[in-house]
C-alpha cells in the first residue's frame, strides 16, 4: 500500500484556516442567543434656548406651517414609554437579534416567523398582518398590534433543547454524507458537528466550501462579505453585501493572526463579529457553546 501525501497550496491554506474561523463563529451563532448593537456615538444633549428665543421661533415656524405648503401630513404615531410591562405576544414570531442605536427612531432588530428567516425590521415597519415594530428595547422589541402593545422577546427553551440534543450516531452521519453542503448542513444539531462538518468541507474543497456557503472575499482584501440572498448566513439575519470585518477586535486576513484568534475564539467560547452593512458598523456579541 502507497503513502499519498496531500500538498495544500498557501491559498488553499489561508482559505482553510480562515474559512474554519467565520464557519465557527457564524454557524454555531445558530446554538446559542445573540444581540446586535450598533456601534453609535452617545447622544447629543442640547442646551434650552433662552424663553425669548423660544418665542420667536415659535411664532415664525407657526406662520409658516399655516401655509400649508406641502399639504396636511397625517402622521400616526404611538409613544412607548421606556419601561413598559406589556403582555408575550402570541403570534408565530421569533426574536433572533437586535440593534439598538443611541437615536431610538434608528433602532432595528432581526424578526423571524417561526422556523423561517429572519428579516430587519426599523420602527414602524409592518412585521406582520397590521402589527408593527413600535419599540426597540435592550432584551426585547415592543410590537403595536392595532394599538395593543406586545412584547417578543428572545426564545431561550430551543436554545436549551439544542444543547441537550444527542449527537447523530456514526451511521447517521454516513446517512447525512450526500448531497450539497446546505443539505447536510440542515442535519446538523449542535455546534461542535457543524464545525467538523464544515472543518472536513473546507479541508477537501476550501474555495468550493466559501462558495456553498454564500461567502467571498472583500474587494479590499479585509474579511468576507456575503455574497447572496441563497447563503445560508441570511438565516443568521446577515445581507447580502454585508461584510464580516473583525473578530474580537482583530481584523482578519493576516495568517499567522487568525490561526491563533480562531484558538482564542475556540478556547474562550466568545466570539466579537464587527460587521459592515453600507456605510454603518454593528456588532455581533456570539457565545459558543
Known amino acids: 500500500m502507497t503513502e499519498q501525501t496531500i500538498v495544500i497550496l498557501p491559498w488553499q491554506r489561508l482559505v482553510l484556516i480562515l474559512g474554519k474561523l467565520t464557519f465557527t463563529v457564524l454557524i454555531s451563532s445558530q446554538l446559542a442567543i445573540f444581540t446586535w448593537m450598533i456601534l453609535a456615538p452617545s447622544s447629543l444633549v442640547l442646551s434650552e434656548p433662552s424663553r425669548a428665543q423660544g418665542a420667536a421661533a415659535v411664532i415664525q415656524n407657526q406662520s409658516i406651517a399655516d401655509m400649508h405648503i406641502f399639504g396636511d401630513a397625517v402622521v400616526e404615531v404611538m409613544e412607548v414609554p421606556k419601561e413598559v410591562n406589556a403582555p408575550k405576544t402570541r403570534l408565530r414570531l421569533e426574536l433572533l437579534g437586535i440593534m439598538a442605536a443611541s437615536i431610538a427612531e434608528n433602532s432595528s432588530a432581526i424578526i423571524a416567523p417561526k422556523g423561517g428567516a429572519g428579516e430587519n425590521y426599523r420602527i414602524g415597519d409592518v412585521v406582520q398582518g397590521r402589527t408593527k415594530l413600535a419599540a426597540v428595547q435592550q432584551d426585547q422589541v415592543i410590537l403595536d398590534s392595532n ?36 443539505e447536510r448542513f ?101 457565545t459558543i457553546k
Do not use: C, W
Open 186 to 286: 440542515s442535519h446538523i444539531r449542535t455546534a461542535s458537528d457543524a464545525v467538523s462538518l464544515l472543518r472536513d468541507e473546507v479541508a477537501n474543497n476550501p474555495a468550493g466550501a466559501l462558495k456553498q456557503m454564500g461567502l467571498e472575499v472583500a474587494g479590499n482584501g479585509s474579511g468576507y462579505k456575503v455574497s447572496n440572498s441563497g447563503s445560508m448566513l441570511t438565516q443568521l439575519g446577515l445581507q447580502p453585501g454585508d461584510v464580516i470585518l473583525s473578530v474580537n477586535g482583530q481584523t482578519l486576513g493576516n495568517l499567522n493572526d487568525d490561526q491563533m484568534l480562531l484558538e482564542q475564539v475556540t478556547n474562550s467560547g466568545q466570539a466579537r463579529l464587527e460587521i459592515q452593512r453600507g456605510n454603518r458598523r454593528f456588532v455581533v456579541n456570539h
Open 147 to 182: 394599538g395593543k402593545l406586545e412584547a417578543l422577546k428572545f426564545d431561550l427553551t430551543d436554545k436549551q433543547g439544542i444543547q441537550q440534543s444527542a449527537k447523530p450516531t456514526p451511521a447517521q452521519r454516513r446517512a447525512q454524507a450526500g448531497g450539497t453542503l446546505k
